[in-house]
């Protein structure tokens, strides 16, 4: 299951760099004082916001729940949450600060929450695998996108077993609890399910691609070995001056 | 204004001062360096760059991205200018520092002299001084000087010249080699100096023990120096292309930043101003956010002015020299020299030649005369079996001369003719003799005559001595001596000379020897053998020379010589009046026979004329000497064939009528006597002093007459003439230029020509010093221009193109991005690899190109001349080809955004994980990239070695090393802020539909080139393609010629002959005047005396008016 924002400018300069990845990579002095980049989400109320910059403070805040509607009753479906991040950004990357003791509160002691944030970072989830820097809805964000319409990763469904579809025909709904504007710049939010398989998922450009080139190339082949039966030959005999 | 300079100190000996220039010490050398590199643009670019860089507005890229490739740059430039240094002081050297004006010095022999310096004495009788003049104007033969007589009396001893005092007054410093005036004030007394009594910086000291001299001109005011021009900084043709190209590529770099400014103006006003999460707290208008991106992409897009460009092209082009430097087929093992590439910025231009300026002497021609046939009575003589010449003890031992039958002849004395033949040999020349070691040695005016006193000697009439009216000979081991009554002395004007000898039967004889047709003139009528000698070596490019003789009465002498007296002491046309009387004497010859003298060509300049002619290269023979030895050699080298038609330039009206008929009819030729004849520069002077604009009508007239021709020859032209030339051909033609020479007087030519080539492993060096290539043959030239001018300009023709291709390619993609990113100057790629791309993933395999790439083998390339063309048409390499590569690079550009944008539009990966990342797509463009580049140089090597496949294939396995290294986890552990792409080549290159995108983009890329390759190839290949498909066949007939031995000889063309003496009188005054009488003087220590370490000063005075 996937969230796709279209008009969403993740890629744009002022907006990429401001991020702080020390801090993100659990450095306590870059907790405390975060990079100049971040500004103007650097520090709130003469705190250091952690975790600071506009990335973050935009990050997207809807939740989507899925329910198969199955007579009139709803089964809510199961989504995983973890998983959803590479593991290099969550393990290597991403790093709560260290220091003594599991207690998120206290690490991110002296520090407060970005502007745009209903609550701090070390109450994104109430695991603590899942939690602070390491929480993957967060670190998926963090990975900005490479064009203006992009879609992310939200949550993963998995299959139970292989004779039946994942998702069986017949009525869902979505429930979305609406956080995220998008209407001042003319965004749209999206949410999209997708098989995945061994090549990923369903993308139709590069099969299309593929069959344009490779006829092209096929009557081009033909072409060119016409012309070569043709002159190939003619130049072999070359009379060249010398 | 006169201007007495220091009292001169007497100089023991000459100081060759060595001066060190020595640009850089230890110290200095990086700060030095430093400077002199930000000068250079290119450089001054980067350092701004770097600077706006540190601007947090505007800075897009991080700092290093810019500072290690400029830090490379400046690095290898500054090994490069090390080395330069390093190398050029070795040659740097020579420099007559200390002398100055007024100086009283001593030279001795076989030095050079260091200034123009006026005789005072010398060791010789009478003051006399040889000098051999061959680095001033290509003449080998000894010419002499003699001082004034009463400085030849008074100032002999050290302490006479250390208390001399007198006051020269002379002309103010010129280039003109043979004329000075001056006076010369001592003693109450005046006397005229003239030329005669000059020696100029350059000549060589020979046969004079020693000799004692006051500087007059020294350093840059000499006559030589004078002559020299100024060096200038010279530039390739492509060198100047290149700048406007990056000018041209600078201005588009602006006019896109400008647009995408503006886009980003507009994009903030509709998007970036409604975005919440954009908002950066920073109260800009969009018009001030436009102007910061401005900057923000003239950082980002600097890629495309290639910072590395001008240092990969010095170090091709230093590759390159090192190539001609190492080439064993351009080394002359009999000198051993090597070819040298002096100056390493000009190689490609080599591929590029119109014109080809060459002196003759010594650069044709090897300057040595052979007596190689001669015809007596009708009878030649002359054919291939060597001689053994041991039964003569005065032979010398490198004669070489093939006829048994002559030698046969000779010893039994059967033929009267055959013994007058080699007497008039022995007895008719004003060669001076110098008996060294029991070894006999001439010194003859002229290498002609030394060359057949040579041969006398060889076939036993050998000439010992001669006194002032007496000569005396051996003959055929028997001493005899002959009384000399008169000597009709050789000019240009009467083209024979002549002696009269009373033999020791009291018979009066006069032998002549002249050119052929001032001979049979004056025949006797009754003279049979005519008809056959002038045929004998009509069809051989040899020097004829016809030899004859007269008896003459007792009485008919006695009333000539009355004559002959009167008009030697006349004062006024003394010399009219002497040609008159010989003229008297001179008839009813009878003819003995001739004599052929070859002026040697040097190996293979026939074959070199006609292959680079042949490659549409045109060649101008520039040279001192008069018209006949030109037109000889013309006609030796192959310049001149029979069929052509010369014009002669003395007649310009003449030639001005008939450029019509020039363009009409192809195969004309002019042998051009450019401006020199007396007359002829005379009519210039004054017509340049009429109107500028005349003469420049004039000038343009010339070069186009000239360039019409097929082959031009100037004769008696002046060094600075010679450069003049050069420059007319530069200046109306636009042609590129090479002047080829040996001696000082090609040095101004040398200077002035795009290139100039110095033969080397002649005595002089000094056309070597001011050379851009320099080596031991002239033949060796055919190589240099169509091997390695050819390559070097097909090389780097082949990195420029690519070089811009590849910047645009890679640059470009940032614009295509910048429509989906807002404008906001947001790289495609990471920064890293932005770093690294130019100077690490893509520029070994273009350098390596540059360096060995090669279409056709040497072989080829000197079989088929033609190839070399496509360089003087500028086919390799010009606009049209420059916006090619950059449209290549843009699609290529295009190709590698927009596919990965497509794939990624609605892509998933393996995992379901984010597949669609902005670090992800980057890695994904950079990889395109790289592999695209890579294998698209793959495609333009048209000669693989196995460096080139390494070097390929090694960039791309470096890319993708250092990619890995870059996102481990390790290096992100360490630098967490430096490097942000932690783990995307993992992530990334793992999923395969990356690679299928990655696949596309190549074969997309590629395809389209193949084919188009593919197509040239089959409908319209180039020369060097069809010669390359055929080169085995070419092989096989190689072998086949090898195994076959040329059993055939090319026929040898005929030519009209001509006799050349020297361009001046001979020594038949000296003879006269009993001067040359070679009494040896005490030697030089005795003249010193005790005062050898005492130190005197000299109270002399010279004053430049």
């Known amino acids: ?242 | 204004d006169q201007h007495f300079h220091e009292q001169p100190q007497f100089k023991r000996t000459i100081l060759l001062c060595f001066k060190k220039s020595k640009y850089y010490n230890p110290i200095t050398f990086l700060p030095l360096n430093l400077f002199e590199q930000f000068k250079r643009a290119a450089n001054f670019y980067f350092l701004v760059l770097l600077i706006l860089q540190a601007i947090p507005q505007i800075s897009t890229l991080s700092w290093y991205t810019t500072l290690v490739p400029l830090l490379l740059v400046l690095g290898i430039t500054a090994v490069k200018d090390l080395v330069d240094d390093i190398v050029s002081n070795m040659f740097k050297n020579t420099k007559w520092k200390d002398i100055k004006v007024g100086d009283i010095i001593r030279l001795k022999k076989n030095t050079f002299v260091p200034a123009d310096i006026l005789l005072l004495s010398s060791s010789e009788p009478n003051s006399l001084c040889y000098v051999e003049t061959a680095e001033l104007d290509g003449e080998t033969n000894l010419k002499f000087k003699m001082a004034l007589e009463v400085t030849d009396k008074y100032l002999q001893e050290e302490s006479a010249m250390a208390d001399f005092n007198g006051l020269i007054e002379c002309e103010e410093p010129n280039n003109r080699l043979d004329k000075f005036t001056g006076t010369l004030f001592w003693r109450n007394m005046s006397y005229a100096l003239d030329a005669d009594k000059i020696l100029l910086r350059g000549c060589k000291v020979r046969n004079t023990d020693f000799c004692h001299g006051v500087v007059i001109f020294a350093g840059a005011d000499t006559k030589i120096m004078k002559n020299s021009g100024k060096t200038k900084f010279k530039r390739t043709k492509i060198d100047s292309l290149m700048n406007y190209m990056v000018y041209t590529i600078f201005l588009v770099l602006i006019l896109l930043s400008a647009g995408l400014a503006i886009g980003h103006t507009y994009w903030e006003q509709q998007i970036g101003n409604s975005s919440w999460y954009l908002y950066d707290a920073e109260d800009y208008s969009p018009p001030y956010r436009g102007f910061l991106n401005f900057w923000g992409y003239i950082i980002v897009l600097n890629t495309m002015v290639p910072i590395s460009l001008y240092v990969s092209v010095e170090v091709i082009r230093l590759g390159q020299s090192y190539f001609i430097n190492w080439d064993l087929q351009m080394y002359y093992s009999e000198k051993d020299t090597a070819a040298k590439a002096r100056t390493t910025t000009l190689n490609e231009q080599l591929g590029q030649i119109h014109y080809i300026f060459s002196d003759k002497t010594g650069t044709l021609t090897q300057n040595i005369m052979t007596f190689k046939k001669c015809c007596i009575n009708g009878q030649r003589y002359g054919k291939s079996v060597p001689l053994d010449f041991s039964w003569n003890m005065y032979a010398d031992g490198k004669f070489l001369f093939y006829d048994h039958y002559l030698i046969e002849q000779i010893k039994s004395r059967k033929d009267p003719e055959i013994q007058k033949f080699f007497l008039l040999l022995a007895i008719c020349h004003t060669v001076m003799v110098d008996v060294s070691d029991g070894q006999i040695n001439y010194q003859a005016a002229s290498p002609d005559e030394g060359a057949l006193v040579t041969a006398a000697r060889n076939f036993g009439y050998v000439f010992l001595s001669r006194t002032q009216n007496t000569i005396t000979i051996s003959e055929m081991g028997i001493e005899k001596t002959y009384d000399v009554l008169a000597i009709l002395d050789f000019n240009s004007d009467r083209k024979r000379m002549s002696v009269i000898v009373r033999e020791s039967n009291g018979n009066i004889r006069l032998y002549c020897k002249g050119a052929d047709t001032v001979i049979y003139e004056r025949l006797h009528p009754r003279n049979v053998k005519r008809e056959a000698t002038e045929e004998v070596f009509a069809n051989e490019t040899l020097r004829t020379l016809c030899l004859c003789y007269r008896d003459i009465s007792d009485d008919e002498f006695e009333a000539w010589n009355k004559k002959f007296m009167e008009a030697s002491v006349a004062t006024t046309n003394r010399d009219e009046a002497l040609d008159k009387v010989y003229e008297e004497i001179e008839k009813n010859l009878i003819l003995l026979g001739a004599t052929a003298i070859e002026d040697k060509l040097q190996d293979g300049v026939p074959e070199t004329i006609s292959k680079l002619s042949k490659a549409d290269i045109k060649i101008w023979v520039l040279t001192g000497d008069k018209k006949e030895t030109a037109e000889n050699i013309g006609f030796s080298c192959e310049l001149l064939t029979d069929e052509t038609t010369i014009c002669y330039g003395e007649d310009i009206r003449q030639v001005k009528s008939t450029k019509n008929f020039c363009v009409g009819v192809k195969n004309v030729q002019f042998l051009k006597l450019s401006q020199q004849t007396a007359e002829e520069k005379q009519k210039q002077t004054e017509k340049r002093r009429k109107a500028e604009a005349y003469k420049e009508q004039q000038q343009k007239n010339f070069v186009d007459l000239a360039c019409e021709c097929k082959a031009v020859i100037c004769c008696r032209v002046t060094p600075k003439q010679k450069a003049m030339v050069v420059e007319l051909v530069k200046k109306y033609k636009k042609a590129i230029t090479l002047a080829i020479g040996d001696g000082a007087n090609d040095v101004n030519m040398i200077k002035t020509a795009h290139i100039g080539v110095g033969i080397s492993g002649q005595e002089g060096m000094q056309a070597v010093m001011s050379s851009d290539y320099s080596f031991g043959q002239f033949r060796y030239l055919q190589r240099l221009l169509l091997v390695h001018g050819r390559w070097s300009y097909i090389r780097m023709c082949k990195f420029l193109r690519y070089f811009f291709y590849k910047n645009f390619a890679f640059t470009l993609v940032h614009i295509w991005y910048s429509f989906f990113n807002g404008f906001s100057a947001q790289t495609a790629y990471e920064d890293w690899f932005i770093t690294l791309y130019n100077v690490l993933y893509s520029s070994l395999p273009v350098l390596l190109v540059g360096l060995f790439d090669q279409d056709v083998s040497d072989k080829l390339s000197l079989r088929f001349p033609r190839l070399y063309v496509l360089g003087q048409k500028d086919l390799l390499f010009n606009y049209r080809k420059f916006f090619l590569s950059l449209l290549h690079g843009a699609i290529t550009s295009l190709i590698i955004f927009f596919i990965p944008y497509g794939a990624y539009l609605q892509t998933m990966g393996q995992d379901g994980e984010a597949p669609s990342d902005y670090q992800s797509f980057a890695v994904t463009a950079a990889s395109s990239l790289v592999f695209v580049v890579n294998l698209q140089i793959g495609l333009d090597t048209s000669y693989w070695t196995f460096v080139n496949a390494f070097s390929v294939f090694g960039s791309i396995a470096i890319y993708f090393g250092i990619t890995f290294d870059f996102h481990s986890a390790g290096i992100h552990v360490l630098f967490p802020s430096a490097f942000q792409f932690t783990g995307t080549a993992p992530n990334a290159l793992r999923q395969p539909y990356l690679w299928l995108t990655m696949v596309l983009t190549i074969a997309v890329c590629l395809l389209p080139v193949v084919a188009q390759r593919f197509l040239s190839m089959t409908i319209w290949p180039s020369e060097s393609d069809r010669i390359q498909k055929n080169r085995k066949k070419y092989m096989a007939e190689e072998e086949q010629w090898k195994r076959r031995q040329s059993a055939f000889r090319r026929g040898l063309s005929s030519r009209r002959s001509a006799y050349a003496f020297s361009h001046q009188r001979g020594y038949a005054d000296l003879i006269a005047s009993g001067r040359s009488i070679r009494k040896k003087r005490a030697p030089l220590d005795a003249v010193l005396g005790n005062a050898v370490t005492e130190v005197r000063e000299a109270h002399t005075a010279v004053a430049n008016r």
């Open chain 1, 1 to 242: 299951m996937y969230y796709g924002l279209s008009n969403f400018y993740q890629n744009h300069r002022r907006y990429v760099k401001s991020r702080d990845d020390s801090q993100l990579n659990g450095d306590n002095s870059s907790l405390l004082n975060p990079s100049k980049e971040c500004e103007p989400y650097r520090t709130n109320e003469d705190k250091p916001i952690a975790p600071c910059g506009a990335i973050a403070n935009s990050m997207f805040n809807d939740t989507l729940e899925l329910y198969r509607i199955d007579n009139d009753t709803r089964t809510p479906i199961t989504l995983i949450k973890k998983g959803i991040a590479w593991w290099t950004d969550k393990n290597v990357k991403f790093r709560n600060p260290t220091g003594d003791g599991n207690n998120l509160t206290a690490l991110f002691q002296g520090t407060t929450k970005p502007v745009n944030w209903p609550k701090p970072v070390y109450m994104l989830d109430s695991e603590l695998d899942n939690n602070g820097f390491i929480n993957e809805d967060f670190i998926v964000w963090m990975r900005t996108a490479a064009l203006p319409t992009f879609r992310k990763l939200y949550r993963l469904i998995e299959r139970k077993n292989n004779l039946q579809p994942t998702l069986q025909a017949g009525k869902y709904s979505l429930e979305i609890t609406y956080n995220y504007p998008v209407y001042s710049f003319d965004g749209r939010k999206r949410m999209i399910l997708s098989t995945i398989s061994w090549m990923g998922g369903k993308n139709p450009f590069l099969g299309i691609a593929y069959i344009t080139v490779g006829s092209i190339c096929f009557f081009l082949g033909v072409v060119l070995l016409i012309i070569h039966h043709k002159y190939g030959n003619r130049n072999t005999s070359a009379d060249i001056p010398n």
